[in-house]
T-cell receptor, first 116, second 113 residues
Framework: KAGVTQTPRYLIKTRGQQVTLSCSPI?????VSWYQQTPGQGLQFLFE???????NKGNFPGRFSGRQFSNSRSEMNVSTLELGDSALYLC???????????????FGEGSWLTVV | GQNIDQPTEMTATEGAIVQINCTYQ??????LFWYQQHAGEAPTFLSY????GLEEKGRFSSFLSRSKGYSYLLLKELQMKDSASYLC??????????????FGKGTKLSVIP
């Protein structure tokens, strides 16, 4: 069973540019969440999508956006990049949410974004 | 809101036992997760506790006390490969069937020979 796949794994962008990250969830999973991980703030929730609808959003500015397609694949976009956006962006998938019944939340390897 | 505290770093010797603590404050309790994250890799699920007590899974055990807002992860017979960050996380319900995980900043465990 293939895991959560994120692309690209590494990228470098310049301040002011925009970036799009992609996530393919585990087959059959309909919920996709995005998290930002930095050394200072740790893992922080960005947003969650289920059946192409954003159900939940974290405390991030409007420059951070996302979407989900009918095949459950998801993309997140960051516009007008700032140096502080440098981080590891993690995608997580689950069958129908955050999997409170147990080990049903699977994370991808992440996309390392460096803004220079 | 949610607030989670765990030690930043710990060091332990190969073959020993180590306990990683996590204290939390939540507006509603929906269980507590522990994840392991090796450097440069994805977090991987270790345990989920929703009831008080100790749950054992091989060399790893997790304990929860809801009245004290406290959990710990116990690692026995430490191996070098256990060197990683250990993340404590609590889910909060956000409506529309959606939960979000709030993570502690992680405890970086170094296992030395």
């Amino acid at each position: 069973k293939a895991g959560v796949t994120q692309t690209p794994r590494y990228l470098i962008k310049t301040r002011g540019q925009q970036v799009t990250l992609s996530c393919s969830p585990i087959s059959g999973h309909r919920s996709v969440s995005w998290y930002q991980q930095t050394p200072g703030q740790g893992l922080q929730f960005l947003f969650e999508y289920f059946s192409e609808t954003q159900r939940n959003k974290g405390n991030f500015p409007g420059r951070f956006s996302g979407r989900q397609f009918s095949n459950s694949r998801s993309e997140m976009n960051v516009s007008t990049l700032e140096l502080g956006d440098s981080a590891l962006y993690l995608c997580a998938s689950s069958f129908a949410g955050t999997g409170l019944t147990g080990n049903t939340i699977y994370f991808g390897e992440g996309s390392w974004l460096t803004v220079v | 809101g949610q607030n989670i505290d765990q030690p930043t770093e710990m060091t332990a010797t190969e073959g020993a036992i180590v306990q990683i603590n996590c204290t939390y404050q939540t507006s509603g309790f929906n269980g507590l997760f522990w994840y392991q994250q090796h450097a440069g890799e994805a977090p991987t699920f270790l345990s989920y506790n929703v009831l008080d007590g100790l749950e054992e899974k091989g060399r790893f055990s997790s304990f929860l006390s809801r009245s004290k807002g406290y959990s710990y992860l116990l690692l026995k017979e430490l191996q070098m490969k256990d060197s990683a960050s250990y993340l404590c996380a609590v889910p909060s319900y956000s409506g529309a069937g959606s939960y979000q995980l709030t993570f502690g900043k992680g405890t970086k465990l170094s296992v030395i020979p």
